[in-house]
């Protein structure tokens, strides 16, 4: 009999997905154990412990870790290449694992992990508001014009209502959304020099300060926003599919909730990132190797992905999951607030991770710079350029 | 000094605390009042304390069952009773050497009592994990334990308590036959109940409350203390269960104010020095 | 061999002498009461050899032990504080048992939880008991026992602080005026219960006191310290009847000696109010002297040939005595005089009188204070000598 | 009371300083040494130790996840200096304590007299002032993110019936110092509040009765005389541990506003945090632990020496 | 009018009367010496007075105002607290300067920072100032006035206290043994400040004291407190010479009075010592009396007739009296004589002696304690009824 130890972040979203999972998990393989470490709370701090478990008797055997991540984690040499495994069995697509999926947690063609549940942005909005300003909630906004537009009028509601929230805040996932929509790059191709302050760029972060200056975004942390538009005070909010379940709990039957996809500033060739993550596996021992991938395989595959969706709002990271009526198929008929993540599926591409050891810190000069946007404190135009200029000095040198 | 007439400045100051209080309550009301919600309740643009549908059941329930409520509490008991027990045995001696005794090295002791109440846990923390771990300690009580058994917090605290006591009363323990530990324990913590009480709450709740430690040491479900199950109800990118994650707070707050309230009398008690002249 | 002594012990504080070389030896058995004016060190010099101060310089031995490197724990010491120093978290009982507690149980049977299970424990413990018992009944506070310090009145406190001293078998007393603050009676009767224990325990005991009734009646030899030394070391009747020093004259005695300043006249002799002495130190002519003379020698008479002259000043009524303060004519000073009531019948303020006294109660002290021997001459003649 | 100094023309006090017989003070300096032995030890470990670590890391280049590391001198000291981070939550931390720590003293010395002085609901008080010490942030941080909310929250609400329109308590780079501050006071004051009663019962009440004789008829009067120079120790420990606790804040930083907007909350121990676990630079992250541990070193030697002369009588 | 007034003070402690309604009253200028035993309530009383303390039932009026609703700070009282209560962070000057500090300047000028800016604030503070020094010149502590407390020793920081209440010009002073710590010639000088300052204040004072001398030498009428009730409030000599109660007769005295259990003969008689007294109540036969006489008048000869045969038992040395403790052969009690060294010369323990005293000096007092008014009746027998 061989036990694993599984470690995952978010015990908020996950706890009841992994217990299900791992039972299920556990019937179907009876020699096979699940043993869960504490959860982490965040994919931060679900990294930092398995950067210092790394090598150490108490380092789990399978993690989950955010998907911008894997480039750092590699880079230190932490996750096993499952590479050997997906040859080894061969017909990945045939079991829902298509090579666009693959590629979700690849790096540098090292496949590092399996990408286990994957998100989108997509626009959630009050239809009640929508429909008080005179908007038509049957027909979301389409394009950022008419966000912007929409989200005035709301506005223009008084009584305290914000028009609209954007979740730009935390890290640079957002902001790709923005930029990938335009049909943008972080960096030149040879990653060795910035790419974002493009026109595309500039397009992107022009459609963040009008969504301020004409829109009605007010300044919210992350948790406020979230907040004030559990509360029916905001009109349009932009974040995660991932946060649907969440958010259908809390806002209850307050308002009349409504998803739609998130506008794009270049519909044809524009991209949005995949949030989200992979399941990870860490351990060295090669007999626990081959039950861990049989468990990765698992909670990747169609079954874990038909447990992930309906539990979160993430959307299927497996075809077979989405398509076959045994897993999710019904679903969506079901609960149409979840299609607009679905229907996003076919733009998503990897979410950017940055090389070098300044990754974490480079997402975070964005952020800031975002920030001086929201806060009216500096034009669209020097925001990223100071961006821009501090992005360049942080990237590796060689 | 009369409790029985209201004065205008009695009314004053009643008036002032209890208006004080109430804005220190006021995240407490709002915990309890979100107990009782259901989560779609919760955020919601009127502000209404009272729960339209009573929803504590449920919450406590669910806060009672999605954690092993009894072990996180039990275990929060034993490492908190241990730590505090490990701090006083070991601050109060050294507490009274650096108070009372003439001692070459209590200079050079105050330096390192200020050093250890300046070092934050988040700098020391990386390389303690590392010995432990290579120790093989992580994942025990011990590992909970052994890093906060030495407190300067506590040195501190009782040293300045034990300036205050009188030498005669030292000086008369000494010639009744008392030895240095004698004092401690038969004159010195009877007459430092006030402080060591205060120090009490302070222990029992920083350690009660402390995620960062844990967080490190502790993988292993076992060993979780109270606010590691509570993380659990906590999330990151968007919201999470509110009601239950609050009730879950109260039902790991309650120890502490109970504790709290059996001790508040203790520290106000009033040690007088009343067996002095002078 | 004596039981206690004390060698040339020094001590300053602040740069400032207290102590000034204080050398002391008892007798084993012996009953030392210390006095002195407020604040010359007589607490500095009890505390040095408790253990409690270290002394600057100096020595003390008790039996042929050196005590110096002995801490204050260790010197089977037993001291009555000034300032009480009673555990205010324990009853009047449980202070007067403590040092009973430290020195009869043993340390196992002390500890907490496994003590009351220790044999012999029960026997000891009901023995401290009565000890304490019987010692409060003689202090007059067994009605007190259970009470803290907090509760207690000056008085009581300061008899719980005694008997915490005196329920022991120390190798020394000490006792800080330990009956500051009882009234006369039970000053007597404590009195009498602390020669008692002394007698029984015969242990040398060094008592400070303010009480010169205390210190008379009590001692066995009265240690006089002023300005940081020693000035007399001698039993009650020669400190008071054979000064050898003027401020030992001066401190002791109530009310206090009648002083005047004088000098030394022809052939080495001295005089007052007709009085003459010889001196045996060959001191040349005009050499100043203090002349004393204790006021329970003055004499008081209306209407006398001898003496001199002087008026009442004032007259103060203590119960069994009345003291007169008159002005002498002569020199414009005051001289104290202690009657029997009766004696004062029919004297009053305002009232010329005589003062007259026997020659042989006459002192004379040289400048520097020490006392110069004298033997009376006969006289008849008022001298002018006696004019400062 | 400066007037009864002045009244009482006081000259420098004088300080007892006596030599003392060798072997005497031997035995004590013995027993002293054998009480803090555990303490002493216990030190070593698990201070010294890991801050000599600390201090060794900050020369090297380590990283969280990498094996070895390279010692590079004071690169990480010339990197610190000239970070605009570094410097923008030095000045953070110091606006931040500079409001905490007195306020929350003050309040807690004013608390603590006036529930002292009422008769009734004392336990209530003393709880209900507590009960923030007590709170867990992991919770409480959703709370205050909802009281201060800028649209929905409570607190605004209520300056909106007064009138004043509140402000982005959290999310406005020009008030989230404040913000936080406020939350730091109100976790502070019960804790500064306990250690106050405590102090405040160690004054003998005979004192103030002489107070009474003496005149001090105001209350004030009598805090002057009495309350406030016999809490003299009890306050000079409280000055440092709130100053030390103020320079410490890290955990609402943490949980509420990561600190953003644009580094506007960004505070000492957060970009250590986040440069040491975050970015994972240990090694540049053990730098900036050693001068923040220098200047709090030196920051409290002063006032504790300042202080330390006033408040001890004997 | 009474410049003070207490009626029917109550007081208990946990259940304990304590005070049982004690009333007295003071003209303007009066020095009221309080004294009692240890643990009698003396303090508690000044306490009380000072409204430190709620008395349990009773009325204090000062000039015309009823104190009772006062608080302390308004009462305008000073005292010195038996146990000092010295403020422990203030030099002695500061303690000092503190009741006229918040007396003398205004509120606004002891604001700190703002304070010293106000006009007339310097004048103030330099007259304050002025006045700790004489004061401290006066009780001899001029060189102490930068220590602390903790720096000075019991008797000089009792003459702190006493400073710090004689600085002021109060309605009324009351003293809580406020010389209990100084030695004798310290305790005459203060004294002698003490009775000069209350002269000058012509305020009433009371002096809670254990010493006699202080009492019947200071004050105009002493209150003797027994058992919480005021049992006499007389002049000193009242007090010494006609005591109203068998317990003030006990207590006041020094040694104290003789007491023997008698019993009332024939005819309202009573006997001791051969000597008869006609008592003015008509008591029967058989009712059980005491007898008093004081020491100083019991007269010892070695070889007298007359008198009481005893043997001599004792004999202490006080310096100017000696103290005789003599068993009765008749009774086996023992009495008590005083006599003048002179008079005590050639007496020795165990030497039989004969004690002889004077008829009018003899007290009778009732059972219940209070004093029988009598009158001597000449006889020379020697009465049985001595015996108890
Ligand atoms: N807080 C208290 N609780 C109980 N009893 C008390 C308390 N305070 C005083 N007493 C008792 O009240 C009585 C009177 O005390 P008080 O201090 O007035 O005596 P006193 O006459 O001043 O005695 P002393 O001469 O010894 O100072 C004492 O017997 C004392 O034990
Ligand atoms: N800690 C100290 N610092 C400075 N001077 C001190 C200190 N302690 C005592 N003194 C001084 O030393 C002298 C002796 O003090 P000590 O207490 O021995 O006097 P004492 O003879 O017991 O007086 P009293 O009869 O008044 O109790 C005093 O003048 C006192 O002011
Ligand atoms: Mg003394
Ligand atoms: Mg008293």
């Given amino acids: 009999e061989t036990t694993l130890t599984v470690h995952y972040p978010m015990p908020g979203f996950f706890k009841d997905v992994m217990d299900t999972i791992s039972k299920k998990f556990m019937e179907e393989n009876p020699d096979i154990k699940i043993q869960f470490a504490n959860p982490s709370a965040t994919y931060e701090e679900g990294i930092?412990?398995?950067?210092?478990?790394?090598?150490?008797?108490?380092?789990?055997?399978?993690?989950?870790?955010?998907?911008?991540?894997?480039?750092?984690?590699?880079?230190?040499?932490?996750?096993?290449?499952?590479?050997?495994?997906?040859?080894?069995?061969?017909?990945?697509?045939?079991?829902?694992?298509?090579?666009?999926?693959?590629?979700?947690?690849?790096?540098?063609?090292?496949?590092?992990?399996?990408?286990?549940?994957?998100?989108?942005?997509?626009?959630?909005?009050?239809?009640?508001?929508?429909?008080?300003?005179?908007?038509?909630?049957?027909?979301?906004?389409?394009?950022?014009?008419?966000?912007?537009?929409?989200?005035?009028?709301?506005?223009?509601?008084?009584?305290?209502?914000?028009?609209?929230?954007?979740?730009?805040?935390?890290?640079?996932?957002?902001?790709?959304?923005?930029?990938f929509g335009a049909g943008g790059k972080m960096l030149a191709d040879d990653e060795k020099s910035v790419a974002f302050n493009g026109p595309e760029g500039q397009k992107a972060i022009e459609v963040l300060d009008r969504l301020v200056k004409e829109g009605g975004l007010p300044v919210f942390t992350a948790q406020a926003g979230e907040q004030a538009f559990f509360a029916g005070k905001v009109g349009i909010e932009f974040k995660t599919t991932g946060a649907l379940r969440n958010t259908i709990k809390n806002v209850g039957d307050k308002f009349d909730l409504r998803t739609a996809q998130i506008p794009l500033i270049d519909p044809v060739n524009g991209k949005l990132p995949t949030g989200g993550n992979a399941v990870v596996i860490l351990t060295r021992n090669a007999e626990k190797q081959e039950a861990a991938w049989k468990f990765a395989k698992f909670a990747a595959g169609p079954y874990g992905a038909s447990v992930?969706?309906?539990?979160?709002?993430?959307?299927?990271?497996?075809?077979?999951?989405?398509?076959?009526?045994?897993?999710?198929?019904?679903?969506?008929?079901?609960?149409?607030?979840?299609?607009?993540?679905?229907?996003?599926?076919?733009?998503?591409?990897?979410?950017?991770?940055?090389?070098?050891?300044?990754?974490?810190?480079?997402?975070?000069?964005?952020?800031?710079?975002?920030?001086?946007?929201?806060?009216?404190?500096?034009?669209?135009?020097?925001a990223l350029e100071d961006a821009a200029s501090e992005v360049e000095s942080l990237l590796p040198r060689s | 000094m009369s409790t029985r007439t209201l004065t205008p400045g009695r009314i004053l100051r009643l008036s002032i605390l209890s208006f004080g209080a109430l804005i220190f309550l006021a995240p407490y009301i709002f915990m309890i009042s979100t107990a009782g919600k259901e989560q779609s309740e919760i955020f919601s643009s009127s502000l209404s304390l009272i729960p339209q549908q009573w929803s504590y059941v449920q919450n406590f329930t669910k806060a009672l069952t999605r954690v092993s409520m009894t072990r996180l509490l039990l275990n929060g008991v034993i490492v908190c009773g241990l730590i505090f027990l490990l701090q006083v045995l070991i601050a109060i001696p050294c507490a009274y050497a650096m108070a009372k005794l003439k001692f070459r090295a209590a200079r050079a002791m105050m330096v390192l009592v200020m050093l250890g109440l300046l070092v934050p846990i988040h700098a020391t923390a990386l390389p303690i994990y590392v010995a432990f771990d290579r120790m093989a300690l992580l994942n025990s009580y011990f590992a909970l334990v052994a890093p906060f058994t030495i407190s300067v917090f506590g040195i501190f605290l009782f040293l300045q308590f034990?300036?205050?006591?009188?030498?005669?009363?030292?000086?008369?323990?000494?010639?009744?036959?008392?030895?240095?530990?004698?004092?401690?324990?038969?004159?010195?913590?009877?007459?430092?109940?006030?402080?060591?009480?205060?120090?009490?709450?302070?222990?029992?709740?920083?350690?009660?409350?402390?995620?960062?430690?844990?967080?490190?040491?502790?993988?292993?479900?076992?060993?979780?203390?109270?606010?590691?199950?509570?993380?659990?109800?906590?999330?990151?990118?968007?919201?999470?269960?509110?009601?239950?994650?609050?009730?879950?707070?109260?039902?790991?707050?309650?120890?502490?104010?109970?504790?709290?309230?059996?001790?508040?009398?203790?520290?106000?008690?009033?040690?007088?020095?009343?067996?002095?002249?002078? | 061999m004596s039981a206690l002594s004390l060698r040339g012990i020094h001590k300053s504080f602040a740069g400032n002498p207290i102590l000034k070389g204080i050398s002391l030896d008892a007798e084993p058995g012996e009953f030392i009461a210390l006095v002195g004016p407020s604040g010359c060190g007589k607490s500095t010099l009890l505390r040095i050899l408790a253990g409690l101060e270290t002394a600057d310089g100096g020595e003390i031995v008790v039996g042929d032990r050196d005590l110096s490197p002995v801490p204050a724990a260790d010197r089977n010491i037993a001291m009555v504080f000034q300032s009480y120093a009673l555990y205010p978290h324990l009853t009047a009982a449980q202070n007067m048992a403590v040092p009973l507690v430290m020195r009869k149980l043993t340390r196992a049977q002390r500890l907490p939880f496994v003590g009351p299970l220790l044999p012999g424990r029960r026997q000891a413990v009901a023995a401290i008991r009565r000890e304490v018992q019987d010692m409060a009944v003689s202090l007059k506070i067994d009605h007190l026992l259970d009470r803290k310090p907090g509760q207690m009145s000056g008085g009581q406190r300061q008899r719980v602080a005694l008997g915490r001293a005196m329920v022991r078998r120390p190798a020394v007393f000490l006792m800080d005026e330990p009956l500051s603050n009882l009234d006369a009676n039970l000053r007597v009767h404590a009195r009498g219960e602390i020669v008692e224990l002394h007698r029984r325990a015969g242990v040398p005991t060094l008592y400070v006191t303010h009480d010169q009734a205390e210190a008379l009646s009590m001692a066995d030899r009265v240690a006089v310290m002023?300005?940081?030394?020693?000035?007399?070391?001698?039993?009650?009747?020669?400190?008071?009847?054979?000064?050898?020093?003027?401020?030992?004259?001066?401190?002791?005695?109530?009310?206090?000696?009648?002083?005047?300043?004088?000098?030394?006249?022809?052939?080495?002799?001295?005089?007052?109010?007709?009085?003459?002495?010889?001196?045996?130190?060959?001191?040349?002519?005009?050499?100043?002297?203090?002349?004393?003379?204790?006021?329970?020698?003055?004499?008081?008479?209306?209407?006398?040939?001898?003496?001199?002259?002087?008026?009442?000043?004032?007259?103060?009524?203590?119960?069994?005595?009345?003291?007169l303060y008159c002005r002498l004519d002569a020199i414009g000073e005051t001289m104290i005089a202690r009657l029997a009531p009766a004696e004062g019948a029919g004297l009053a303020s305002g009232m010329p009188v005589r003062l007259d006294f026997p020659a042989e109660r006459l002192f004379a002290f040289a400048a520097d204070g020490h006392r110069l021997a004298s033997t009376p001459v006969s006289s008849d003649a008022v001298l002018e000598t006696a004019h400062g | 009371m400066a007037e009864i100094a002045e009244a009482a023309a006081l000259r420098a006090p004088i300080v007892s300083s006596s030599a003392h017989a060798a072997a005497a003070g031997r035995h004590e300096s013995r027993t002293a040494w054998?009480?803090?032995?555990?303490?002493?030890?216990?030190?070593?470990?698990?201070?010294?130790?890991?801050?000599?670590?600390?201090?060794?890391?900050?020369?090297?280049?380590?990283?969280?996840?990498?094996?070895?590391?390279?010692?590079?001198?004071?690169?990480?000291?010339?990197?610190?200096?000239?970070?605009?981070?570094?410097?923008?939550?030095?000045?953070?931390?110091?606006?931040?304590?500079?409001?905490?720590?007195?306020?929350?003293?003050?309040?807690a010395l004013g608390l603590a007299m006036l529930i002292e002085s009422e008769g009734i609901g004392r336990s209530f008080f003393r709880t209900a002032y507590f009960l923030p010490v007590a709170s867990l942030l992991v919770a409480m941080a959703t709370v205050w993110q909802y009281l201060f909310h800028p649209t929905i929250g409570p607190v605004n609400a209520m300056l909106a019936l007064a009138g004043i329109k509140g402000p982005n308590w959290l999310g406005a780079s020009a008030y989230v110092l404040y913000g936080l501050s406020i939350i730091g006071i109100w976790q502070s004051v019960g804790f500064n509040l306990v250690l106050f009663l405590a102090g405040l019962t160690a004054i003998p009440r005979e004192l103030y009765q002489a107070a009474h004789v003496d005149g001090a008829r105001s209350a004030f009067d009598r805090f002057r005389l009495v309350t406030w120079p016999m809490l003299g120790p009890t306050t000079l420990f409280v000055t440092t541990i709130s100053i030390i606790n103020a320079v410490k804040v890290f955990e609402t930083v943490k949980t509420l506003t990561e600190g953003g907007p644009n580094k506007a909350s960004e505070v000492l121990l957060f970009t250590i945090y986040q440069e040491g676990f975050v970015y994972l630079k240990v090694g540049y992250a053990s730098a900036m632990t050693v001068v923040f541990l220098i200047i709090l070193v030196v920051l409290m030697f002063l006032q504790y020496r300042i202080q330390d002369r006033q408040v001890h009588y004997t």
């Fill in chain 3, 226 to 323: 002023i300005g940081g030394s020693l000035l007399q070391l001698a039993s009650p009747q020669v400190i008071y009847d054979d000064p050898a020093h003027v401020e030992v004259a001066r401190f002791i005695g109530q009310p206090r000696i009648n002083l005047f300043p004088s000098q030394v006249g022809a052939d080495a002799t001295v005089a007052l109010g007709g009085l003459h002495l010889q001196l045996r130190e060959k001191l040349a002519a005009g050499t100043p002297v203090t002349m004393g003379i204790r006021p329970e020698f003055v004499h008081v008479s209306r209407s006398g040939q001898h003496g001199l002259p002087g008026r009442i000043d004032r007259i103060e009524f203590l119960g069994s005595e009345i003291i």
């Fill in chain 2, 162 to 278: 034990f300036r205050a006591m009188p030498d005669d009363l030292i000086h008369a323990a000494r010639l009744d036959g008392m030895s240095e530990l004698g004092i401690i324990g038969r004159v010195i913590v009877p007459n430092a109940w006030p402080a060591i009480t205060a120090f009490a709450i302070f222990s029992v709740v920083a350690h009660w409350n402390d995620l960062y430690w844990p967080l490190i040491v502790v993988s292993n479900q076992a060993y979780a203390t109270p606010p590691l199950g509570l993380l659990y109800f906590r999330a990151a990118e968007a919201g999470d269960d509110y009601g239950a994650l609050m009730a879950a707070t109260l039902i790991i707050t309650f120890p502490l104010v109970a504790a709290f309230l059996a001790a508040q009398k203790r520290f106000v008690e009033g040690i007088t020095m009343t067996g002095l002249k002078g």
């Fill in chain 4, 34 to 107: 054998l009480l803090s032995l555990p303490a002493i030890t216990l030190l070593f470990v698990f201070i010294l130790l890991p801050v000599a670590a600390v201090i060794t890391l900050g020369f090297t280049d380590y990283e969280l996840g990498y094996s070895g590391f390279r010692f590079v001198g004071f690169d990480n000291y010339a990197d610190l200096f000239a970070s605009r981070t570094f410097r923008r939550s030095l000045w953070n931390t110091a606006v931040y304590t500079g409001i905490v720590a007195p306020v929350s003293i003050f309040m």
């Fill in chain 1, 48 to 179: 930092q412990l398995i950067m210092r478990q790394a090598g150490t008797a108490e380092m789990p055997d399978l993690t989950f870790i955010g998907l911008n991540r894997l480039r750092m984690v590699n880079e230190r040499d932490i996750p096993v290449d499952l590479g050997p495994f997906v040859a080894k069995e061969g017909n990945m697509a045939e079991k829902g694992f298509s090579d666009n999926i693959l590629r979700l947690a690849q790096v540098k063609g090292k496949q590092v992990g399996l990408a286990f549940a994957t998100s989108n942005p997509i626009m959630y909005y009050n239809a009640d508001l929508v429909k008080a300003a005179g908007g038509n909630p049957d027909s979301p906004p389409k394009t950022w014009d008419e966000v912007v537009a929409l989200g005035a009028k709301i506005k223009a509601l008084g009584n305290g209502v914000e028009g609209i929230d954007f979740r730009w805040q935390g890290d640079d996932w957002m902001f790709s959304a923005l930029l």
């Fill in chain 1, 308 to 382: 992930v969706v309906p539990g979160t709002g993430y959307v299927p990271n497996n075809e077979l999951a989405a398509k076959s009526p045994e897993y999710l198929g019904d679903f969506y008929k079901k609960n149409p607030l979840f299609v607009a993540g679905l229907s996003q599926m076919n733009r998503m591409v990897p979410w950017y991770a940055f090389p070098g050891t300044n990754g974490v810190k480079v997402t975070q000069a964005i952020v800031e710079n975002l920030s001086r946007v929201v806060e009216q404190t500096a034009t669209p135009k020097e």
